[in-house]
Structure formats: structure tokens, C-alpha cells
């Protein structure tokens, strides 16, 4: 029993090891190319602080290739979770969205697994989160009464956001700085 759990211990420890030796080369290599070109520097910037640098499509890429990227971390088997299903009794075009009538302190869950990229207060949506999916496309989670959640945090499909504040919730899709159609994602 004792010669499992230390085995288990070292097998833990080899693979953040591993993790983390991976990413101190690929780090190294990127800022040698970087320093020895000024036009790769210039580009990269402009794509990552100018352009939409997609944090969430790099997580999904990263976790496909080397799993999880907190290896030490166990299941969390007390997590709220919901139906990805948003359930509503109507809705209409909203700025730059949707207006959903639900009911009243309706549980919010996330729509598809993505990285939260504000969270705080929007004009005309209230207390509102964005989260950014694996596939680039941003969903904004309007009129929550208490944000649960904080900057860079990755929330799984079907976890808790909190709940509307009253029988409103607003959503809003884009992808690239322009709006989609609600309707095929809800």
C-alpha cells in the first residue's frame, strides 16, 4: 500500500517535472527567435496586444497536447453543475444580443468550457462575465446578481456563473470583434 502512494507521489512529480520542462524550452526557444528577429517581435506583439489573441484557444491546444495544465490538482467532486441548456420562455433582440425572459434568481450555467475575460459591470447589461471558448467565439453573460467568478478563471460546460437578478438575462456572441447569430448557440 505505502509502495503505491509513493510511486503514485513520483509519478505526480515526473509528470510536472516533464510539464514544466516543456514549457521552459518551448519559453526559451520563443524568446531567442524573438530576440534575434525584430520583425517576429513586432508581429507577434501586434497579434497578442493589437489584434484578438484568443487565451482559451491556446488552453484547449495545450490541455489536447499535455492534459491538464494544473497536474497536481485533483477532482473536484463538490462543484455546482448544470444542464448547458439554457432554458428560457422568450426572447428578443437585445443591443447587441439577446434579452431572455427566464425566471426569477435563474441558475446560470456555461454554455461551452472557455477562459472568463472580464468580469464586472457593463452599460445597459449589468453585472456581466465573458467567457472566451476554445473556438474563439466570446459569450457574455449579462444581468448576474453576484459574480462567482474572477479574471483567467476556466469554467467548464455546465458550470454555475450565479444567478439573473430578477427574470432577465442578456446574451451576446461574437467571434473576431463581430456579432453572431444567437440563435444557433442557444
Known amino acids: 500500500m505505502m509502495a503505491k502512494k509513493s510511486l503514485k507521489k513520483v509519478s505526480l512529480i515526473s509528470k510536472f517535472f516533464s510539464k514544466f520542462l516543456v514549457c521552459v524550452v518551448l519559453l526559451l ?22 489584434d484578438h489573441f ?14 491538464s495544465s494544473l497536474p497536481l490538482t485533483g477532482t473536484d467532486r463538490t462543484a455546482l453543475v448544470s444542464s448547458t441548456k439554457i432554458e428560457y420562455e422568450d426572447s428578443k433582440d437585445y443591443k447587441d444580443g439577446v434579452e431572455l425572459k427566464v425566471t426569477d434568481n435563474y441558475v446560470i450555467p456555461v454554455i461551452k468550457s472557455g477562459i472568463v475575460v472580464f468580469a464586472g459591470e457593463k452599460e445597459g447589461y449589468g453585472n456581466t462575465v465573458i467567457i ?26 455546465g458550470d454555475i456563473l450565479g444567478e439573473t437578478n430578477g427574470s432577465k438575462m442578456y446574451l451576446v456572441f461574437t467571434k473576431d470583434g463581430k456579432r453572431l447569430d444567437y440563435k444557433k448557440y442557444i
Open 54 to 67: 484568443s487565451f482559451a484557444e491556446v488552453n484547449a491546444v495545450y490541455e489536447k497536447l499535455f492534459g
Open 29 to 50: 526557444g520563443i524568446l531567442i527567435a524573438l530576440k534575434a528577429s525584430p520583425s517576429l517581435r513586432e508581429g507577434l506583439y501586434k497579434y497578442v496586444f493589437q
Open 132 to 157: 472566451q471558448q476554445g473556438d474563439g467565439i466570446e459569450v457574455w453573460y449579462g444581468n448576474i446578481k453576484d459574480i462567482k467568478v474572477e479574471m483567467y478563471d476556466y469554467l467548464k460546460t
